[in-house]
């Protein structure tokens, strides 16, 4: 018999009883295994037990520890937005608390100066804000937010805190000079309103880093000017209105001429703080004439 040459295009064919005793075989295999037996029963246990069952273990923790990380995350996640949060709040809560700080600080200075505007009530004044200064720590010279338009003019009195502040040494269309009473080059005549006798108070800046401006030229005869005695502008000064509280008498001492005396004075006004003053616009000279 020839052999039989398979030619090319033509599809391979299993014959029919090859096809069977295949699948005759695999059935038996399957049952062999399915029911077991004796020889196949141990070494299958022998696989499951060393192999499937470790490998099972091992999947059910790693899925135990996956569960575990994942609620984690969640409860990580959800104490991060809670943080986010209570941030936020202490940010708005502490902004609120700024202004109302801030609104607290400017109701105080407002009262000063309805106070003082009460205190002071013969005379006509205009609010004014403080928008410039000198360097330095102290409010010895600074720039006003009112001026020529507002009514202002040089040498008029400016008042804040309870007490004399300066005079207006210039002025523009919107806005003005305030030199201080502690300024180096100012000089202020006062009196003690107990005694009613006169002082020339001069400013000093070095000084006033403790708190005081020199005074001198008192003339006390009948030695009756004491400590934290009240000093007030003097009905003689040229520039200033009288009866405006300068201070008090901190210290006093006798001149070596044995006639006049001089100290120090604690000004009324708290010259490193100051936001808002007064400006009385009633002029020196205007009120002596009426």
């Not at 020889?39 to 520890?65: E, H, M, S």
């Not at 569960?67 to 986010?84: F, T």
């Not at 202002?152 to 919107?174: F, K, Q, Y």
């Not at 006639?259 to 205007?286: C, R, W």
Request: proline fraction near 3%.
């Amino acid at each position: 018999m020839s052999p039989v040459i398979k030619r090319k295009g033509e599809k391979f064919t299993l014959p029919s009883k090859y096809l069977l005793f295949i699948l005759t075989v695999l059935c038996t295999v399957v049952m062999l295994v399915t029911f077991g037996t004796d020889v196949f029963d141990r070494p299958l246990n022998t696989v499951v037990g060393y192999v499937v069952v470790p490998f099972q273990q091992g999947i059910a923790k790693l899925g135990g520890w996956l569960s575990n990380r994942s609620e984690e995350l969640v409860q990580i996640r959800i104490l991060l937005d809670e943080n986010m949060r209570l941030k936020e709040e202490i940010a708005a809560l502490t902004e609120e608390n700024t202004l109302l700080q801030q609104d607290k600080y400017e109701l105080n200075k407002l009262r000063e100066l309805f106070s003082l505007n009460e205190q002071y009530g013969e005379y006509n004044k205009v609010g004014a804000r403080i928008i410039g200064r000198d360097s330095g720590n102290w409010y010895s010279v600074f720039i006003i937010d009112k001026g020529e338009e507002d009514g202002l003019a040089a040498d008029m009195n400016v008042i804040a805190g309870g007490g004399l502040v300066g005079r207006i040494t210039s002025v523009g269309p919107n806005w003005a000079r305030v030199t201080s009473i502690i300024s180096d080059n100012s000089k202020v005549s006062g009196m003690t309103l107990s005694t009613e006798d006169n002082m020339i108070i001069s400013g000093d800046l070095k000084l006033m880093s403790s708190g005081c401006i020199p005074f001198g030229q008192l003339l006390d005869a009948q030695n009756k000017v004491k400590e934290g005695d009240k000093v007030v502008t003097s009905d003689i000064s040229d520039k200033f209105l009288p009866n405006i509280l300068i201070g008090y008498i901190s210290s006093i001492n006798m001149d070596a001429n044995n006639l006049t005396k001089s100290g120090q004075i604690v000004p009324a006004v708290d010259f490193e703080h100051l936001g808002e003053v007064l400006v009385i616009t009633d002029m020196k000279q205007a009120v002596e004439e009426n």
